[in-house]
């Protein structure tokens, strides 16, 4: 067995025949086929963990064309694409854990007072919402994804997700690439599900008589999951054939055994690949969970595992910060790697960036404070024009990223004027 | 929640009328005889003895009490001292239940030095029991009582054994109380045990007026508490919580900061109890308890379940969650861990699986734990459709795997066509699926779904599987439901639904068919019933859940998981140079899990959890600690350890620096950074397991220190100075005085658990501090003992651990006089264990729901 430090590049990289490679504009194949599709579109989130740091991240320059910073120069290849907000912000509720909150409560549609029983301010996030609406057209109502390789479980169901169906009801993300896979493209599975979910579904009706009206509401959860089952496998079920076309195979290299950039990768190939096929329009991406207070291994950029949130509290050391730099660097590169995928991809007169709405996010601004305000968010593409990209948009101090929130939900064609504290839709949006 | 046994002792001890403690030796607390024969003492279960050891006797046939008995061997002149105690003084008729066999000697046999046989031959041809010898009459005193068996001679037939001395085996001693039963002794009152002198407002508006409202009046309101603000016991009352904090922060003397004016200690007492009395008020007048959310089980718990519905031989999947892997030595209905047992652990992977799964049965992903609580709580734990597909998936494969017909023994009851009327199978299968009665109507559907899919495969077996497959995505059989509709304030759970609770806390799993036949007779709330249900239990081997999963989770032992202590400074903690996947580190998790398991089997008491004169051992892992040089010895760095199984011994302990669970290389590995220790981190987890009282948020400005210590030496100073120098900010201050000293005790641990002298630049370690803020500790054995002499604080913490645990919620303010009781019970039986868990089921929360009509 020789499992260890090895480098090498494998053999035969689960990307092959799929994802941005998939070689068939998939949109053409199907309008081909008749299908009387245009181009849709799509919203896809990449959060990173414990926030960024500051000085690096943040550009001179403002308005169009603006100078990248450091931490930005990753988004070259795909700078006509971006667009870059600042003064966002968030706001932290006392009585529950900062990191919990930047986690869970990113993409809340709560206002900031209106708490879960847990203490969070914590409601259907805005992925959710969108797909509430953009999710009945496609086989997946929407799909999350993390890339937390951590093993040790040490932190709470809040650190970990920053989807929500609702509080205390989780869209639990996926962090085995092959599992993504399975679902994403094993229709047996979904169809071999069909049979009894009549029965099960009489067997909760059944307990609805005698439970309490917390039971019920988690109760209602459980009918709900068998609502979008069906569904899904219905809607799974009419687009067989497609699937079946696309003739991509499962990831053979154990993921356990992928390199942190390579993981990051391949996650995102799915998350590409799910986007390109519209086997769903709304995807989230956490691609570590917050603050984890666990070595992790970045190869080739530090050479030990490092402490992501250890350093973020004592960025006021020079040789510190110089690193925390480095890791974001690092993800910025991830991001724009996928980005590129995106970019590569032709839908017709444009590509597939240009048809979504690509979001790089962070529920702190810096993390040696647990700030929330003027939090990093970067958007790639701009959803078939609804925003001006090649822009730094730097908006009035204070600006609730809720409003940020409404825009995109609006972009993507919901009709939501006001979430949580939002005042108003943002500037920079067509809508 | 805070307490009347403590401030009663301080009370006392301000009124000068408490003496010196002496310390009770809690290793003195073992497993009782069982209940049902209350005059026998298993000679198994009697206390250690040099060499003696049980002895499984079903080999030999049935006629051994608890199928098993006590085996010596011994040269010659050698002797071998027994241990049993006698609850009260008293004339008793003892008789001794003696085995014969081949290779026995002839002993010289005295109880309390006092001859009971001169020379007791116990040769015989044939393996079997000696008649039962006659009673004698003793008076024994309270306590601990000797046997002396002394090794005289051999019977000329005799073989020798091992060719050099010979054995006895002892069945039982049997003791006859002869002193006439007195009328049933009054039990002291509880309440007038502890009573208080009531506190009124005036006398503790005063104490708060010099002591506290300089910060939290007016003028200041520090962390948001404003004690001015109340002016009458009504206002208190109002504000219940902050009376409870109020009440624990003067408990463990955390308020005033150690820089004010302190108050004197009758002050202090004074002024905690009249919190304490409004918060007996409260919870007297406010009996509501929290209610459960339902929950549906967890990855663990629907293995177990899934495996005792359908009498899997093994596991479904493989479950990181079972850290030790094999459960052959796990046997409490022995009363006793072996003294030497082979396991593994996850250090070697998935080779290291216990025993068979079920191939294609693909587990899902494991549920978090709460901040400060056990992944079982309903809030936390919902089905979304990801989830649900992966139910609905692994119901199929589990009966549609390759090996499942070998691999349930219900094969021939339930998969197989035999005659049977299919309500008549599947009426009692889906009662113990769905722990409650089955209504007509659900059997309907079931059976109708059996037609179907019989019509459709043309299979009997095909269809009852499907039937299988479907009940384990059921939300019957994955949410643990309880009846609340109607249910008000407190109610008592029925009986279907206490079993439920039961299998839950105890084996994390189903109830099995002896707790339903209770169940169905409604007759599980009954006190001794109950009782007999827990005790049955608990020696079942399915209790090993409560140290698979309530132990791991209490220690929050899978921080060790991805532990990485700098691979260039600690290469002992990996097992192969240039190899930093493979840690021969992680094997240390298997000890503080054993010491667990030994306090459950043997039944002893929860302080050894706290300091123990035994632990659980490999050679490596003992060389580990003992010889932090060479602990692999000559062998190279290929293969520095073994890789397979482990056999890990029981081991006296030479020093009281070691022992209990604190200072474990587990627990102070977990807790360290790559190149330093932590104290900080070390503190707050035992602030948090040991105490259950866990430190705040960190405020958000966090700097921290170097994070290599040797940084931190070339300033010329040691971790603690580093650390002081930087808590001079006053909002950082006041948590870690609370916080610190309970890390800086195990300074004296490097960040891999081995003991030091001295830091590595050769400065002193400094251990000394306040253990809650006024009783002084200079090392680990003070600070062991101080918690001994105050061994409630340490039952309370675990007690109020186990309860969350077992109702599956966090504990609120109303479940106070619960935990006071069961804290009372288990500190006047020593700690022991049965006793927590005995007590626990007992109680009014366990026993009770509450309805959720007026929640939010």
């Known amino acids: ?431 | 929640m805070k307490y009347i046994i403590w401030i009663a002792a301080i009370w006392a001890l301000s009124q000068g009328n408490i003496q010196a403690i002496e310390r009770f030796d809690y290793h003195t607390v073992r497993k009782k005889t069982t209940l049902s024969m209350p005059e026998i003492y298993e000679g198994e279960f009697l206390s250690e003895a040099g060499k003696a050891r049980p002895q499984d006797m079903r080999g030999f046939g049935n006629d051994w009490s608890g199928n098993s008995h006590l085996l010596w061997d011994g040269l010659v002149g050698d002797s071998s001292m027994l241990e049993f105690e006698v609850a009260k003084a008293g004339k008793y008729a003892v008789s001794f239940q003696w085995t014969m066999a081949p290779d026995y000697g002839q002993f010289e046999v005295r109880l309390n030095g006092k001859l009971v046989e001169e020379s007791l031959d116990l040769f015989s041809p044939l393996v079997g029991l000696a008649r039962l010898g006659d009673p004698i009459v003793f008076e024994l005193e309270a306590g601990i009582q000797r046997i002396g068996i002394k090794l005289i001679s051999g019977n000329v037939q005799a073989k020798k054994f091992r060719g050099t001395g010979y054995l006895y085996g002892l069945d039982y001693i049997k003791l006859r109380d002869l002193t006439p039963k007195l009328a049933k002794v009054k039990e002291i009152k509880e309440a007038d045990a502890f009573k208080i002198p009531e506190v009124d407002f005036v006398k503790a508006q005063a104490i708060m007026k010099r002591h506290c409202f300089r910060c939290h009046g007016a003028n200041k309101v520090k962390g948001e508490i404003n004690l001015e603000a109340l002016t009458s016991r009504a206002d208190v009352l109002k504000e219940v919580d902050l009376a409870h904090h109020a009440m624990e922060v003067l408990d463990k003397a955390e308020m005033p900061p150690e820089d004010e004016l302190q108050p004197s200690k009758a002050e202090r007492v004074k002024l905690a109890s009249f919190f304490e009395g409004v918060i007996n008020e409260y919870v007297s007048a406010n009996t509501r308890l929290e209610p459960v959310v339902m929950r549906r089980l967890n990855r663990y718990e629907y293995n177990n379940a899934v495996r005792d519905l359908l009498e899997l031989r093994g596991d479904i999947y493989p479950l990181p969650e079972k850290v030790i892997r094999s459960s052959e030595y796990f046997d409490p209905s022995t009363g006793r861990m072996p003294k030497a047992m082979s396991v593994g652990n996850r250090t070697l992977g998935k080779f290291q699986v216990e025993r068979q799964i079920l191939s294609g049965a693909d587990p899902f992903a494991i549920d978090l734990q709460a901040e400060h609580g056990f992944n079982n709580q309903g809030e936390q734990l919902s089905i979304p459709p990801i989830l649900l597909e992966s139910l609905l998936k692994l119901g199929r494969s589990i009966v549609s795997a390759p090996e499942f017909d070998g691999y349930t023994a219900l094969t021939e009851t339930l998969f197989k066509e035999n005659g049977q009327p299919l309500v008549d199978r599947l009426r009692p299968f889906l009662e113990k699926a769905f722990r409650s009665p089955v209504k007509d109507a659900t059997l309907a559907r079931y059976v109708a779904y059996f037609l179907a899919e019989q019509k459709l495969t043309g299979s009997y077996t095909m269809a009852m599987k499907s039937v299988v497959g479907a009940v384990l995505a059921s939300p019957k059989f994955i949410y643990v439901a309880e009846n609340k509709y109607d249910a008000g304030d407190k109610t008592q759970t029925s009986d279907y639904e206490l079993a439920q609770r039961l299998a839950l806390f105890l084996w994390s799993s189903i109830p099995d068919e002896l707790l339903l036949d209770s169940a169905r007779k409604a007759e599980l709330h009954q006190p001794n019933i109950l009782e007999r249900q827990v005790r049955r239990m608990l020696n079942d081997r399915r209790s090993r859940a409560l140290s698979e999963n309530f132990a791991r989770q209490w220690l929050r032992l899978d921080q060790l998981i991805t532990a990485v202590p700098d691979f260039d400074r600690f290469q002992v903690y990996y097992s192969r140079i240039g190899c930093e996947q493979w840690k021969f580190g992680l094997q240390t998790m298997i000890e503080p899990l054993l010491l667990f398991e030994s306090v459950q089997v043997e039944d002893r008491s929860i302080m050894l959890f706290v300091d123990s004169n035994y632990t659980y051992r490999s050679d490596e892992l003992h060389a580990w600690y003992t010889k932090p040089n060479a602990p692999f010895d000559k062998r190279g760095n290929r293969s520095r350890f073994n890789t397979f199984t482990q056999t890990f011994r029981k081991r006296h302990l030479r020093t009281r620096r070691e022992g209990g669970l604190m200072t474990t290389a587990a627990i102070l590995t977990m807790t360290a950074t790559p190149l330093r220790t932590s104290p900080i981190k070390r503190g707050a987890w035992v602030a948090t397991v040991i105490f259950n009282d866990p430190p705040p948020p960190p405020p958000d400005v966090i700097p921290e220190i170097e994070a290599d210590d040797a940084e931190i030496a070339a300033q010329g100073l040691t971790i603690r100075e580093r650390l002081k120098q930087h808590a001079t900010d006053q909002t950082c201050a006041s948590c870690h005085a609370r916080i610190d000293p309970l890390g800086f005790v195990l300074e004296s641990f490097d960040p891999i658990g081995r003991w030091r002298d001295n830091y590595r630049g050769g400065r002193d370690i400094d251990t000394s501090g306040k253990l809650f803020g006024e009783m002084e500790f200079s090392n680990i054995e003070e600070f062991k003992d101080l918690i001994l002499d105050q061994p409630e604080k340490f039952m309370r913490a675990f007690i109020e651990h186990m309860l969350s645990y077992a109702l599956g919620r966090e504990l609120k303010i109303t479940d106070k006089p619960a935990v006071d009781r069961i804290t009372r019970r288990v500190k006047a039986d020593h700690g022991r264990f049965s006793t927590v868990v005995v007590e626990i089921a007992k109680s009014v929360p366990f026993r009770h729901k509450t309805g959720q009509a007026e929640l939010k």
């Open chain 1, 1 to 431: 067995m020789n499992i260890l430090k090895h480098k090498h590049i494998p053999r035969r990289t689960f990307l092959r025949g799929c994802g941005a490679a998939l070689s068939l504009p998939f949109l053409d194949v199907m309008q081909g086929r008749g299908a009387k599709i245009s181009a849709p579109k799509r919203v896809a989130f990449f959060y990173t963990p414990n926030g960024v740091a500051q000085e690096a991240w943040h550009p001179k320059s403002i308005g169009d064309n603006f100078a990248l910073s450091p931490t930005l120069k990753p988004l070259e290849p795909v700078r006509k694409n971006i667009s870059l907000f600042t003064n966002l912000d968030r706001v932290k509720v006392p009585g529950t854990d900062g990191h919990a909150q930047a986690g869970a409560c990113y993409l809340s549609t709560a206002a900031p007072d209106d708490l879960s029983p847990a203490g969070y301010p914590l409601r259907r996030t805005i992925d959710q919402v969108i797909a509430d609406t953009v999710g009945n057209l496609t086989p997946f109502r929407s799909l999350e994804l993390s890339c937390n390789s951590f093993t040790d479980n040490r932190e709470s169901v809040y650190f970990d997700n920053i989807s929500w169906y609702g509080h205390g009801h989780v869209a639990r993300s996926i962090k085995e690439p092959h599992k993504v896979f399975r679902r994403l493209f094993n229709i047996k599975d979904h169809q071999e599900n069909a049979s009894v979910l009549d029965l099960v579904r009489s067997d909760a009706k059944d307990l609805q008589g005698s439970l309490g009206r917390m039971d019920l509401h988690k109760l209602e959860e459980y009918l709900d999951s068998v609502r979008t089952v069906e569904q899904q496998i219905e809607r799974i079920t009419k687009r067989q054939i497609d699937v079946n076309d696309l003739g991509i195979e499962e990831p053979e290299k154990l993921w356990t055994t992928m390199r942190r950039d390579e993981y990051i990768q391949v996650m995102g190939d799915l998350m590409v690949l799910a986007l390109q096929t519209d086997l769903t329009r709304v995807c989230s991406m956490m691609v570590a969970p917050e603050r984890w207070d666990t070595p992790l291994m970045f190869e080739d950029v530090f050479e030990k595992p490092i402490l992501h949130h250890g350093w973020t509290h004592n960025q006021k050391d020079q040789k510190v910060l110089r690193e925390l730099e480095k890791l974001d660097y690092f993800h910025m590169t991830q991001f724009s790697r996928i980005c590129q995928k995106m970019k590569a991809i032709k839908e017709g007169e444009n590509t597939l960036l240009d048809n979504m709405m690509f979001i790089y996010g962070s529920g702190l601004s810096s993390g040696m404070l647990h700030e929330c305000t003027n939090l990093p968010t970067v958007i790639a593409g701009n959803a078939a024009g609804q925003l001006v990209t090649n822009r730094h948009h730097k908006h009035a101090k204070g600006t609730p990223i809720a409003n940020l929130w409404v825009s995109i939900a609006k972009a993507m064609g919901c009709s939501i004027d006001q979430i949580g504290d939002s005042t108003g839709p943002l500037k920079g949006f067509a809508v």
